[in-house]
């Protein structure tokens, strides 16, 4: 259970009993505090609460590596409390709202219901592998949800609270903020609602953070101090920004803690030091390290590669969004946004596909979502996502689970390889010659590698070749994705032209 579980397990010990001041600094070699605040509160309530149950399962030094088998039950049950807080609702009202605009039927909404909540990716990796994803993405909903009302500033508020949670939900960030700028400036200015955008955000950051600052502060006058039997360094020599740290070299200022409370937190939130991957997860940049070796390569250059080939793909579909705000273009553009940045950016993690994934499986939501067309692409982005995640889930040994929920999910969906009528049907939108072979293909190749993975040692000079193999499958599918997403969205756009040609 070293690992995922031990890290939040950690977080609760850590934010219970040390000064504020110091979570961000305490003892960096043992699972550091590297979320945003949101996630420390988070972890505070949690602890507390368990404290309660078990003052010994989150005692200082004396737990860690603690595995006692109801301290994972009641671990396993905060996981399952924060998503029926925050996830389930925000899916239930996203889901009746956008179907009540798209006018499609009970039961078909009830399925794609049922279809995410039941999405493996995220099932495995929160309640298996453990994690709290469910709940960022919950506030993402919940975000995207006052989108579609035109309730523009409690998406700012819902977004904010996602982003300070966990700093993944960046991958929306260009496209929720194209859109709020498009329903600034189009069909006319609006200064008003503008500054009002501005406004709340900034709040939103400063209530959020508040407690990380002026915890800062008064620690400060108490004469605590922040590295107090820590690792960290002083200073952190790749601080995220040249102005914070001149600043915060000079331990004089009044708002020298402040400063040094929030250059810290930057630090640990965006590690960008650790390099442009750590482990092999199934992006280009590490497909594309199997041909060139990239990590002899200078980091600085190596970001600046990242940052342009992520702009160039996510500047398309957030220009959609700026001139185009109707419902129908915003989850492909957001999900075409998210394939973006997990393709391209720097530091991905295998987790991080559950972003883009979340947006696509809500196409099954749609007027036409139901439909082959759509539905085959969404079970086939899903089903090439988890299988991604085997190598990380073999680890955890969660094969069991892994095969279990995804065979359900397929059923459930009605996709290979427990049915292929969906791509023998022959009914209305049913799916193009091009479209079988291609998912056909995969399918077969992740069949294939499985029995190969199970069935056959690899060479001993090349330990890893079946986890290449997956990145390699799974980063040109992903690319696929991404190309489908942006198609969606530009028929999207097409629709929305006609109808306004229709109404002039």
Request: aromatic share 14%; hydrophobic share 50%.
């Amino acid at each position: 259970m070293h690992g995922d579980f031990e890290a939040q397990r950690h977080w609760m010990e850590i934010t219970t009993h040390l000064p504020i001041s110091q979570w961000y600094f305490h003892d960096l070699e043992w699972w550091g505090l590297d979320y945003p605040p949101l996630t420390a509160y988070h972890s505070w309530v949690m602890g507390k609460i368990g404290s309660v149950i078990d003052p010994t399962w989150f005692a200082l030094y004396a737990s860690r590596g603690l595995e006692h088998p109801v301290l994972k039950v009641y671990m396993r049950a905060t996981v399952i409390i924060s998503e029926y807080l925050t996830y389930i609702p925000a899916i239930i009202l996203f889901l009746r709202r956008f179907t009540r605009i798209e006018s499609v039927p009970r039961w078909e909404a009830s399925i794609t219901l049922v279809a995410i909540l039941m999405q493996p990716a995220l099932m495995l990796i929160d309640h298996a592998h453990f994690q709290y994803n469910a709940v960022m993405l919950g506030l993402f909903l919940a975000s995207i949800s006052s989108l579609v009302a035109s309730r523009f500033l409690w998406s700012c508020v819902f977004f904010v609270a996602a982003l300070s949670y966990k700093q993944m939900a960046l991958y929306y960030a260009p496209a929720i903020f194209a859109h709020l700028l498009g329903a600034c400036l189009f069909p006319r200015t609006d200064v008003i609602r503008f500054l009002g955008v501005a406004m709340v955000t900034l709040a939103s950051f400063a209530i959020l953070f508040a407690p990380i600052i002026f915890g800062g502060f008064y620690d400060a006058r108490r004469g605590i101090d922040p590295f107090n039997g820590t690792q960290a360094s002083a200073i952190p020599s790749n601080s995220p920004s040249p102005i914070l740290t001149a600043v915060v070299s000079d331990s004089s200022t009044w708002y020298y803690p402040a400063v040094q409370q929030l250059t810290q937190a930057m630090h640990r939130i965006f590690p960008f030091a650790r390099g442009l991957f750590e482990d092999k997860v199934a992006n280009f940049w590490c497909a594309l390290n199997v041909l060139f070796k990239l990590k002899k390569y200078p980091i600085p250059l190596l970001q600046q590669l990242s940052l342009l080939a992520t702009l160039v793909t996510i500047t398309p579909p957030c220009g959609i969004l700026l001139l185009y705000r109707n419902h129908e273009v915003l989850l492909p553009s957001l999900a075409a946004t998210a394939w973006g940045f997990f393709l391209f950016s720097f530091q991905v993690h295998e987790k991080s596909v559950l972003l883009p994934l979340l947006p696509m499986t809500l196409l099954l939501a749609s007027k036409k979502g139901l439909a082959p067309s759509i539905r085959a692409w969404v079970g086939w982005a899903n089903m090439l996502g988890v299988w991604t995640m085997f190598p990380l889930l073999k680890r955890a040994e969660l094969r069991v689970p892994y095969f279990v929920l995804s065979l359900l999910w397929a059923y459930l969906l009605g996709l290979p390889p427990t049915s292929f009528s969906l791509y023998t049907a022959t009914t209305k939108g049913d799916i193009n010659l091009a479209t079988k072979a291609l998912h056909g293909g995969v399918y077969g190749m992740m069949v294939l590698w499985h029995v190969g993975e199970h069935f056959i040692r690899p060479p001993k000079d090349k330990p890893d070749i079946w986890t290449i193999i997956n990145v390699g499958i799974g980063a040109a599918g992903f690319g696929v994705c991404y190309v489908w997403c942006m198609w969606q969205s530009l028929e999207a756009t097409k629709a929305e032209r006609h109808r306004k040609r229709k109404i002039t």
